[in-house]
């Protein structure tokens, strides 16, 4: 009776995070400023249990633990508080955990004051390869009444471990750290049209690394960035999948990049993200609200290679996306009724992608109040004339379905603006 129960749970958790209930997306984005704020680095270090032969470790970048204390031989709390506040409810945490023995431990996670518990545990023994805690081992505490987003979130949550010598990784999502990104664009610009370059400097000093796919000869350009918050990591995976399509060896494809220069910035916050930082830069402020005012590294570099380009190839750049992450799929896309360099793509690509995916009903929240500009969709668009949009991916949505709206996004988007590029002057 009690595995039934397990499973109906386990249903209405795919149908929260599916298409049967739609998430309403955020109040408008209000202009703020972008000067830089202290943020507080956490303590990095072991915090070891000898006589029970446990410990705990944030020795490591995406790394968050910020104290912790033994409750008794089983039981541990942890607390998790962010770099900065104030600061929206996007609690990450990551940690290892071994023992001398194997054991069963409880760790229950707890937040600063008004933050609650987001990102359902995943679980790794060597730091690349996940997957999801039991749900028989999950407790939620202090859950919100509401059935859906912020409002439903718990105030802390337990997690039964098994530990022993082999170390256990626990995050929020999956590890993809600057190392792992870097690596990734390493073996993609293995490719002889592909090219890895840095275009400027984080706060801290970490490379702003770019791919460049395709003709770079090209006067027709488009831009994709994810990471602007490290820890959406389902929109990052997004993008991958999206590039990797777009950079296959498939017909369409290779059209495709004789027409365009394609440019990704795939880690737009490494700082943020090695320092295990739940939203903000190391200058203490959220990246999507300084494409206005450019007052951080990150995005004044993107700003420049962007108007750089279009000087060195008198060209245009038309269509820009910026892969994020948030409670259920919603793309916040320009006023159609407003026309860029290649009109109404971003509607017809979306009407594409339901068309290719049975079942699938994009959520779609147009936006027709673009300046200041502020974030990156709105700086596409009223400086570069850019189709333009914010693709918020699911936190929960299944990974095999990131892929697959990747794949056939890409795919729908190359086969419509190879069309639509003919009649352009």
Excluded at 224 to 229: E, K, M, N
Excluded at 235 to 264: C, N, P, Q, W
Excluded at 328 to 341: K, M
Excluded at 367 to 392: C, I, M, Q
């Amino acid at each position: 009776m009690k595995r039934i129960f397990v499973l109906l749970s386990l249903l209405a958790i795919a149908n929260l995070f599916g298409q049967e209930q739609r998430f309403q997306g955020q109040p408008p984005v209000n202009a703020v400023p972008t000067d830089s704020k202290p943020v507080q680095k956490q303590w990095k270090g072991q915090f070891a249990f000898p006589d029970q032969g446990i410990t705990f470790s944030n020795e490591f970048d995406g790394a968050r633990l910020n104290g912790l204390v033994q409750n008794n031989d089983s039981t541990y709390t942890l607390l998790i508080t962010s770099e900065n506040t104030p600061i929206n409810t996007s609690p990450w945490y990551a940690f290892k955990v071994w023992g001398k023995r194997p054991m069963t431990i409880d760790v229950w996670l707890t937040y600063q004051a008004n933050n609650k518990h987001r990102y359902y545990p995943k679980l790794s023994h060597d730091g690349v390869h996940w997957t999801a805690l039991d749900s028989l081992r999950y407790e939620e505490i202090g859950k919100g009444d509401r059935a859906f987003g912020p409002g439903s979130l718990p105030e802390k949550v337990k997690m039964r471990l098994e530990v022993g010598p082999d170390t256990l990784w626990v995050a929020g999502q999956e590890l993809e750290n600057s190392a792992r990104v870097n690596a990734w664009m390493d073996s993609i610009s293995q490719k002889k049209f592909v090219t890895k370059s840095t275009i400027g400097k984080s706060r801290e000093g970490r490379n702003l690394n770019l791919l460049s796919i395709g003709d770079t000869d090209s006067k027709n350009m488009i831009m994709i960035i994810s990471r602007q918050h490290p820890p959406e990591v389902t929109g990052y995976l997004t993008m991958k999948s999206f590039v990797e399509t777009l950079s296959s060896d498939t017909k369409l494809a290779k059209k495709f990049r004789k027409e365009f220069a394609i440019y990704v910035v795939p880690l737009m916050n490494p700082d943020g993200v090695d320092n295990g930082f739940w939203r903000h830069n190391t200058g203490g402020i959220d990246l999507n609200r300084d494409w206005a005012n450019f007052n951080q590294p990150e995005t004044s570099a993107v700003k420049d290679f962007m108007e750089g380009m279009v000087e060195k190839t008198q060209g245009k750049f038309y269509f820009g996306i910026d892969f994020h992450s948030t409670w259920d799929d919603i793309y916040y896309t320009v006023d159609p009724e407003l026309h860029g360099n290649m009109p109404n793509l971003v509607s017809t690509w979306l009407d594409g992608l339901k068309e290719r995916i049975e079942g699938y009903d994009p959520n779609i929240k147009p936006n027709g109040d673009l300046v200041p500009t502020t974030v990156s969709r709105n700086y596409f668009f009223v400086k570069h004339g850019a189709e333009a949009l914010v693709f918020e991916v699911g936190d929960n949505t299944p990974r095999d379905f990131l892929k697959e709206k990747a794949e056939k996004g890409a795919e729908a988007l190359m086969e419509i603006m190879l069309e639509r590029i003919k009649d352009m002057p």
